[in-house]
């Protein structure tokens, strides 16, 4: 397993988020390896770790005083064995290889965690869509996809959002895809709902986390009615989360961007939060406007010399970290833990770092990791891709009830996983366990390909 870890590290010394992605999954899944020594003959965590199929391209685009750039853009095709390459697309300065990999392993064992048959990948972009207007956008989406659309399809690979990629870019890049192709298919998701899109697509991260956070607190005979809840982020995954702890009673008391955070005592109300999505979804606005609009609450600028983040100080029962990799380091998780948080559910992909992750796992507090809390997204793209297949739209009831249950199953499984390997209660055991066993027998079902 050592030698795995120290291989990787040594072909790819720069892959520092890779590395990590690795290293937490590889450190769960050794009982499974001791137990089952066919996977060791067949190689199975050296074929899991190498992508299937890396694409890196040039982004040519011209911004609208008629200056040249060029981005550089990733698909990190993974792993197919049990079903076609699936995963969002980035957008974001901070796109290179490493996060490319690291999204698309972790996508791997989310994916498989589903229920539903897809593969894992990631892609996207080191464009920073920041300040850009509508026009550069719809120009950075379609230099992007006459490159990328040789290598995705409906039964290939589905691209999605991510940071930096929503509504409004996914209909650029379909647009482009179906003029290339000649084709309208189902070959993205996140579509808007009168061309192929599913209801409660947008909802379903968010909403999604928090049925994984509602499983788990109901295992201590708790729920979320008066929790105190602090969220990061303000896009597409924190709004949603928001939306759902505030219908089950809970009450949501930050909102972050990357320029600082806000913190409003009394909680985000609707109407609140609806103030939040226009001003992010739709004027492309900073938190802060928040403080200025609801002058009860704070807004603090992000400091980058400190060595915490001081979202995490404040008191709460419950965490929700929706926004970056990493955005809770160890004293942050000492912080926590000395305030006496209960739960802590991650919507954002790998948003704890190893050592603050071990403080968690050390607790005695509920702690649901990235790949299994936030894979409702990614389920509702699999129930998109059903509709789109069908040729049917289903309604918003019928897609949140199946979201919930997927949400149910994947925490069952994951507690189910974890008691079978000796680690009762241990979510990221579980979640790495379940999701890997069933990728790795599919591989060794399909042969060495
Ligand atoms: P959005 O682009 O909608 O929102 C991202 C949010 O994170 C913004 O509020 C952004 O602020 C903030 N952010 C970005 N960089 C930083 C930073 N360095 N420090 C603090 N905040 C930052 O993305 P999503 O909501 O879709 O994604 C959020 C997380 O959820 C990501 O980890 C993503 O991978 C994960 N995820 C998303 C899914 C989806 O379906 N969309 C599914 C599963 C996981 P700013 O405006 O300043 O950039
Ligand atoms: O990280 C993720 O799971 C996503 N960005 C969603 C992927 C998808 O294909 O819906």
Redesign the pocket.
């Known amino acids: 397993m050592n030698d795995i870890i120290e291989t990787i590290r040594e072909k790819d010394p720069g892959e520092r988020e890779f590395h990590q992605a690795v290293t937490e999954v590889l450190e769960s899944v050794k009982p499974v390896l001791d137990r089952n020594p066919e996977y060791r003959r067949a190689a199975v965590l050296e074929r899991i770790v190498e992508p299937e199929r890396v694409i890196i391209f040039r982004v040519p685009w011209m911004d609208n005083e008629g200056q040249v750039h060029v981005n550089r853009g990733f698909r990190v095709e993974m792993n197919s064995a049990i079903g076609p390459y699936k995963g969002?697309l980035?957008?974001?300065p901070?796109v290179k290889l490493s996060i490319m990999k690291f999204?698309a392993f972790e996508q791997v064992f989310?994916n498989s965690l589903t229920t539903l048959g897809m593969g894992g990948a990631k892609g996207g972009s080191d464009f920073n869509p920041?300040g850009r207007s509508d026009h550069e956008i719809m120009r950075f989406c379609q230099s992007f996809m006459t490159e990328l659309f040789r290598y995705i399809g409906p039964h290939t690979d589905i691209p999605?959002?991510?940071?930096?990629?929503?509504a409004r870019e996914i209909g650029y890049l379909f647009g482009m895809y179906k003029k290339l192709k000649n084709e309208f298919t189902g070959v993205l998701t996140?579509k808007s709902l009168n061309w192929g899109g599913s209801l409660v697509?947008p909802e379903?991260?968010?909403y999604g986390c928090v049925y994984f956070a509602a499983e788990m607190l109901a295992t201590r005979n708790e729920n979320l009615e008066n929790k105190t809840c602090l969220v990061?982020?303000?896009?597409?995954?924190?709004?949603y989360t928001s939306e759902k702890i505030i219908h089950l009673g809970g009450r949501v008391v930050t909102?972050?961007?990357?320029?600082g955070?806000i913190y409003d005592e009394q909680g985000l109300d609707q109407d609140k939060l609806e103030y939040v999505k226009h001003l992010?979804?739709i004027k492309?606005g900073?938190?802060e406007q928040y403080a200025e609009k609801y002058p009860e609450s704070l807004y603090f600028q992000?400091d980058p010399l400190l060595d915490h983040?001081p979202l995490w100080n404040h008191k709460a029962d419950c965490v929700f970290p929706?926004?970056?990799?990493n955005?809770i380091q160890q004293k942050d998780a000492q912080n926590l833990i000395s305030n006496g948080v209960r739960l802590v559910c991650e919507?954002?992909?790998?948003?704890a770092t190893l050592e603050a992750a071990d403080i968690f796992m050390n607790s005695n507090i509920l702690y649901g990791p990235?790949k299994a809390a936030?894979?409702?997204?990614?389920a509702v793209?699999g129930l998109e891709m059903a509709q789109n297949s069908m040729r049917l739209n289903w309604p918003a009831e019928e897609v949140n009830n199946r979201l919930k249950i997927i949400m149910q199953s994947i925490h069952q499984t994951c507690l189910e996983a974890a008691e079978e390997y000796g680690e009762p209660g241990n979510y990221v055991a579980g979640a790495n366990i379940a999701g890997f066993v069933k990728v790795v027998n599919a591989m060794l079902d399909q042969g060495l390909v």
Not at 160 to 166: L, R
Not at 374 to 378: E, L, P, Q, S, W
């Open positions: 969002g980035r957008f974001h901070s999204l989310k920041k999605a959002g991510d940071i930096g990629v929503g996140g697509r379903a991260t968010g990061s982020g303000s896009g597409n995954v924190a709004q909102l972050s961007d990357s320029s955070y992010k979804n492309r900073r938190i992000a983040n929706c926004a970056f990799e955005e919507g954002a992909n790998m948003p990235s936030n894979a409702g997204g990614v793209s």
